[in-house]
Each structure stands twice: as C-alpha cells, then as structure tokens.
C-alpha cells in the first residue's frame, strides 16, 4: 500500500498564477483533509471532507478550494496564488470507521512557494 | 474553543539523557491525545495515541506518554534518547464532540547532541 501520496512535491507560482495539488489514499478512508504548515505555527486545517461527497472549512480556508473528487482522492486548488501562500500542504486521511478514535495518515507534504 | 500549547517550541538533550515534551489541552469534554514525530522533510507520523483505558501509553521508538485529566495535560517522555530521535514533534487533540477535526500543537523541535 502506498498510504497517502501528493502531487507535486514541489511547486514554484508567480502572484497570481493558479493550480492544484493532488491527494489520493488507498486505505479506504473515509475522512480527508488539507493543512497548511509554516514555521512557528504548527499545522492549521484548511479544509476537511468528512465522507464523500461533503467538504467543511477549517480554520485557514480562505484563497482555497477543494474537491472531493471520489472516496480516494481530494484535491486542494489555489485560484489565484499570494505570495502568504508559500507553504507546506500536507493531506491527510482518517478513519474507516469515521469516528473521533481514528487515526490521522498524512502524505508526504507539497513545498509551494509563491514569488 | 479547544486548543493545545506546547510549551517549549526547542529542546536540545544530549544523547543518552532523558526528555520530556509538554502539551497541554483546553477542552470541557472529553478528547481523544495524540503524539505525531515528523523527521525533515517529510510528512508526520503517528507516535502514540490516548483513546481510553490506562492513562500511560506506550509508542514506537521507546516513546511514552502520559494523560492527566486533572492537569489537563498529554505529555511525551523517553528515557534515553538518541541521535536519531532529532526531529519535530506534534501533540494534537480531537475532541469527541466534533467527530472529524484535529487541533495541533506548534510543534517542539527536539535536537538530540552528540
């Protein structure tokens, strides 16, 4: 199993520009979620999609979008890239069973920086 | 609102010595207590979790820790750690009410000396 992967892994944007990163899980999970992690301040949730089909905003998600595009994969789209963008986006995934006793799986982050 | 401090944002250690990394949590209801290790440049791992039961848990890589409900606390020890143990650690918690969403710690960069 390859656990969670993310595409790219590393990205470099001009202001403005846009693009997506990739997640897919292949443990069957139903929970998913995007973070943003910068120096000093720990992972910050983005946003998170509960099951398929749903998606919930975290606590950062403004300039975001996301979709959940089937149970596997959820993708995170910055329409117009700002340079407070430049960051570590880490996805994750939890839980079969969806309940608050399931664990967090994360990928191996995408290192965006936006000139 | 729930949140979760870590104290020390560094701790160096010489290797060999013991070490403790502080978390402590705000919530009213009951949580659930993780530990995540992230080496550089990669993405974070699961170190050890607290659901329920014994208060002591036992992780990967001679990792424990400890909850108290009382201090409202979660925190990592080891008792002699190693050069390889340098990395970042993450306490993280979910509160039982909310189902889907963790709440992170800023993270406690250990240094292990030679």
């Known amino acids: 199993n390859a656990g969670v992967t993310q595409t790219p892994k590393f990205q470099v944007l001009k202001t403005g520009q846009s693009m997506t990163l990739q997640c897919a899980q292949d443990?069957?999970?139903?929970?998913m979620y995007w973070y943003r992690q910068d120096p000093g301040m720990g992972l910050r949730l983005i946003y998170y999609?509960?099951?398929?089909?749903?998606?919930d905003k975290g606590e950062v998600p403004n300039g975001y979008n996301v979709s959940r595009l089937n149970k596997r994969e959820f993708s995170l789209r910055l329409e117009s890239a700002a340079p407070s963008q430049t960051s570590v986006y880490f996805c994750?995934?939890?839980?079969?069973?969806?309940?608050?006793?399931?664990?967090?799986?994360f990928g191996p982050g995408t290192r965006l920086t936006v000139l | 609102a729930q949140s979760v401090t870590q104290l020390d944002s560094q701790v160096p250690v010489f290797e060999e010595a013991p070490v403790e990394l502080r978390c402590n949590y705000s919530?009213?209801?009951?949580?659930?207590l993780f530990w995540y290790v992230q080496y550089p440049n990669q993405g974070l791992q699961l170190l050890l979790k607290?659901?329920?039961?014994?208060?002591l848990v036992k992780g990967i890589n001679g990792f424990e820790a400890e909850f108290n409900k009382s201090q409202t606390s979660f925190h990592l020890r080891k008792p002699s750690v190693h050069i390889s143990d340098t990395a970042e650690y993450f306490c993280?918690?979910?509160?039982?009410?909310?189902?889907?969403?963790?709440?992170f710690g800023t993270g406690t960069s250990l240094t292990v000396i030679p």
């Open positions: 993280a918690v979910r509160i039982s009410n909310t189902g889907n969403q963790f709440y």
């Open positions: 919530s009213s209801v009951s949580v659930y």
């Open positions: 443990m069957n999970h139903n929970s």
């Open positions: 999609s509960a099951s398929e089909g749903t998606t």
């Open positions: 607290y659901l329920s039961g014994s208060t």
């Open positions: 994750a995934s939890s839980g079969s069973a969806g309940g608050p006793t399931d664990t967090q799986y």
